[in-house]
């Protein structure tokens, strides 16, 4: 079963993409900053990373930054922010980001991006 790491300090924001996730067959785990995320991750590195970008002790940026230069197999992420701007955007895939989706995130909206960089079955 893939394991998904959902990155964010809103514990709502955290449910939510476990409630989309969970039921289309993943194991789900969550960090609420980017220094727990990047913990996490050294420990044992997940299938897929669903960050957001502002939050305390490391952001998103900052924790995907890290990420891409640990000695570690480098699995996709997808950036989910309410920063909308071009700037975020580029900013998400200057960092390491392999997708970018504004918040609120649908089910449909979410779920196709993580087959596709899941290399799975786009249902």
């Known amino acids: 079963m893939k394991r998904i790491l959902i990155v964010d300090d809103a514990a709502t924001v955290r449910m939510y993409h476990r409630s989309i996730l969970e039921p289309a067959g993943y194991t789900v785990e969550e960090a609420w900053n980017g220094i727990e995320a990047l913990e996490k991750a050294l420990e044992s590195p997940f299938d897929l990373y669903i960050v957001d970008i502002n939050m305390p002790k490391l952001d998103g940026y900052g924790f995907l930054r890290e990420l891409r230069q640990q000695q570690i197999a480098q699995q996709p992420a997808i950036m989910v922010s309410t920063e909308a701007e071009a700037r975020d955007e580029k900013a998400a895939y200057q960092s390491g980001a392999n997708s ?24």
């Open 100 to 123: 970018y989706l504004i918040k609120p995130v649908r089910q449909a909206q979410l779920l196709p991006h993580v087959h596709l960089l899941l290399g799975e079955k786009i249902q």
